[in-house]
């Protein structure tokens, strides 16, 4: 397994918010976390990258345990991160957001090749390269950030809500990044409230509810499961 986690306990203050969560994700495999608001999905993918602090359990990423590094050393092991609400960079341009991806990876000879796929993926930012990111759409913004990520050409990459407050038709095209992404042999985790969308990309999934692994399964036994099928896709 590329990313392996087992009995995660993680939280802010007094109170934990994940209890005992497990979850892995494989070389180049797409899995989802679904979960209501405040469920603990942000804390999930913060604390891969080293964001927030890990009380318990263990992380461990193409061979190195991550809850004992610097949370500053995790995008070099190759953890691509696409926060909730983008922060994309708005007085900085396309292209200069995207270099900062590669900030990590400053001494990488293929980056100029990278930021070419990265403007093939998305033809958008290459007719937008010197606008202003802040001037950019919702959609747009979620191109740049994931991008961004993309940059530093990581072997996993965290999407933390990528569809969120995004118009069904941009939705789409999230979706079609996101399996483009996969289909170059990037594993991928998302975390979604969109549940069609996260089944629809994924392999496998988990439900999180209240910071609790409440159920995992493929995404099509989650998507035929009656309580999966009423608390998240509607029907
Ligand atoms: N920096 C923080 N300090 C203290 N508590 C926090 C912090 N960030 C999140 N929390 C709390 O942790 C819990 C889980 O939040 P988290 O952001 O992980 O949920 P989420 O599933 O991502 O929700 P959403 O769907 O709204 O993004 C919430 O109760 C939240 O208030
Ligand atoms: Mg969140």
């Given at each position: 397994?590329?990313?392996e986690?087992?009995?995660?306990?993680?939280?802010?203050?007094?109170?934990?918010?994940?209890?005992?969560?497990?979850?892995?994700?494989?070389?180049g495999?797409?899995?989802?976390?679904?979960?209501?608001?405040?469920?603990?999905?942000?804390?999930?993918?913060?604390?891969?990258?080293?964001?927030?602090?890990?009380?318990?359990?263990?992380?461990?990423?193409?061979?190195?345990?991550?809850?004992?590094?610097?949370?500053?050393?995790?995008?070099?092991?190759?953890?691509?991160?696409?926060?909730?609400?983008?922060?994309?960079?708005?007085?900085?341009?396309?292209?200069?957001?995207?270099?900062?991806?590669?900030?990590?990876?400053?001494?990488?000879?293929?980056?100029?090749?990278?930021?070419?796929?990265?403007?093939?993926?998305?033809?958008?930012?290459?007719?937008?390269?010197?606008?202003?990111?802040?001037?950019?759409?919702?959609?747009?913004?979620?191109?740049?950030?994931?991008?961004?990520?993309?940059?530093?050409?990581?072997?996993?990459?965290?999407?933390?809500?990528?569809?969120?407050?995004?118009?069904?038709?941009?939705?789409?095209?999230?979706?079609?990044?996101?399996?483009?992404?996969?289909?170059?042999?990037?594993?991928?985790?998302?975390?979604?409230?969109?549940?069609?969308?996260?089944?629809?990309?994924?392999?496998?999934?988990?439900?999180?509810?209240?910071?609790?692994?409440?159920l995992?399964?493929?995404?099509?036994?989650?998507?035929?499961?009656?309580?999966?099928?009423?608390?998240?896709?509607?029907?």
């Amino acid at each position: 397994m590329l990313l392996e986690i087992k009995d995660l306990c993680a939280g802010y203050g007094a109170a934990p918010v994940l209890h005992n969560v497990s979850l892995s994700v494989d070389s180049g495999e797409t899995v989802s976390v679904l979960g209501a608001n405040t469920a603990g999905k942000s804390t999930l993918l913060r604390s891969i990258s080293g964001i927030t602090p890990v009380r318990r359990g263990s992380i461990k990423f193409d061979g190195h345990e991550l809850i004992d590094m610097n949370g500053k050393d995790i995008p070099k092991l190759g953890i691509g991160h696409v926060p909730e609400g983008r922060h994309v960079f708005p007085k900085m341009s396309v292209v200069d957001n995207l270099w900062m991806g590669a900030f990590c990876k400053r001494k990488d000879k293929k980056l100029a090749e990278r930021m070419d796929g990265i403007m093939q993926m998305f033809p958008r930012l290459r007719e937008r390269a010197s606008q202003l990111a802040g001037t950019l759409s919702g959609g747009e913004q979620q191109m740049v950030a994931i991008g961004r990520a993309l940059m530093s050409n990581p072997k996993l990459l965290l999407l933390d809500e990528p569809s969120h407050g995004l118009a069904p038709v941009v939705v789409d095209e999230v979706h079609e990044a996101i399996v483009r992404i996969a289909k170059s042999g990037v594993a991928v985790l998302l975390v979604e409230q969109n549940a069609a969308l996260a089944l629809q990309v994924a392999s496998r999934g988990m439900v999180l509810q209240s910071g609790h692994a409440v159920l995992e399964g493929t995404a099509a036994e989650l998507a035929a499961n009656p309580d999966v099928r009423k608390a998240y896709l509607g029907i």
